[in-house]
C-alpha cells in the first residue's frame, strides 16, 4: 500500500510541472491574441507609424518604418473598412529551432484570424506575436491573403 502512495506521488509530481506548462501556455495564448487584438485594431484604424512603433526590436530590424507605413498603405487602404474579425486559432511555440544562426528563438504564439473587409469578403490574417525579455508581448510578423 505504501509504494502505491509513493508511486502515485511521484506521478502527480511528474504531471504537475506538464500542467504548468500547459496553464502558462493557456494564459501566454490568451494574453498574445489580446495584445494582437489591439494591435490589429490600430492596423484597422490606418495607424501604420504606431503599428510599427509597438513592434518587436525583430520586426523593426527587419523593416524600417517608412518601408512598413508604405507597404501598408498600400495593401491595406484597397481592402477598406473592416467588417468582421473573428479568431480562429492560435499557436504557442518557445525555443524555435531552426539550422539558420540567425533565426529568432524566443517564445511566440501565432493566431489566425476569418477577417472581412468591405473590399474583400474572405481573408485570412496570420499574425505572430513575440514575448519580449520585458514580458511584453510585441507583433513579429503579419500576413493578410485572400480566402
Known sequence: MASAVVLTLGALMVLSPARADNDDQEAGKKEAVAAMQAWLGEMD???YAKTWSDAAKSFQGAVPSDKWVSLSQNVRTPLGKLIQRKFDSAAYQTG???TDANADKGTF???QFDTSFENMKYARETV???KEADGVWRVAGYFIKPM
Do not use: D
Open 109 to 111: 504564439v501565432i493566431a
Open 45 to 47: 484604424a490606418g495607424n
Open 128 to 130: 505572430t506575436f513575440e
Open 96 to 98: 524555435a529551432s531552426s
